[in-house]
């Protein structure tokens, strides 16, 4: 965290210091702190798939669901190919207990994860137990 205070003394506005940032005070729980350096990337770069994936990482974790979905909604637009945006709704919609979208998600998600992904490990769980398997 330090090295990215730095950068972001020199360079205020760089988006790497300023996602990393982000991406650092998730990592320490840090989940309302990590959405100034999120909202500043995004109000500078709108268009940061990365400022978006970590802000709704960090609003799931503070429990704003509608506000982690159109994060995540917004990260399929800009990246349509990973699968990270649709993890995120499939577990919304899981959290909601709205079974047919966290279905449709969990396997969009899946073919195009990496089979040794944590996100993908997880998604297949949860297919099971959607399906009444444990």
């Known amino acids: 965290l330090a090295l990215t205070e730095t950068q972001l003394k020199l360079a205020p506005t760089?988006?790497?210091a300023l996602v990393n940032k982000g991406g650092i005070l998730i990592q320490m729980k840090q989940f309302?702190?990590?959405l100034a350096p999120l909202n500043k990337l995004i109000e500078?770069?709108?268009n940061h798939p990365g400022a978006h994936l970590n802000r709704a990482l960090a609003l799931m974790n503070l429990n704003r669901l509608d506000d982690a979905a159109k994060d995540y909604r917004?990260?399929?637009e800009l990246a349509p190919t990973t699968p990270?945006?649709?993890f995120g709704l499939a577990e919304i919609a899981w959290q909601r207990k709205q079974t047919t979208?966290?279905?449709?998600h969990y396997e969009a998600g899946l073919?195009?994860?990496s089979t040794n992904a944590p996100e993908a490990k997880l998604a297949q769980q949860r297919l099971k137990e959607l399906s009444g398997g444990k």
């Open 14 to 16: 760089s988006p790497r």
């Open 32 to 34: 309302d702190t990590a």
């Open 44 to 46: 500078l770069q709108p």
């Open 74 to 76: 917004r990260l399929l």
């Open 84 to 86: 990270n945006g649709h």
């Open 101 to 104: 979208d966290a279905k449709k």
């Open 111 to 113: 073919k195009l994860a």
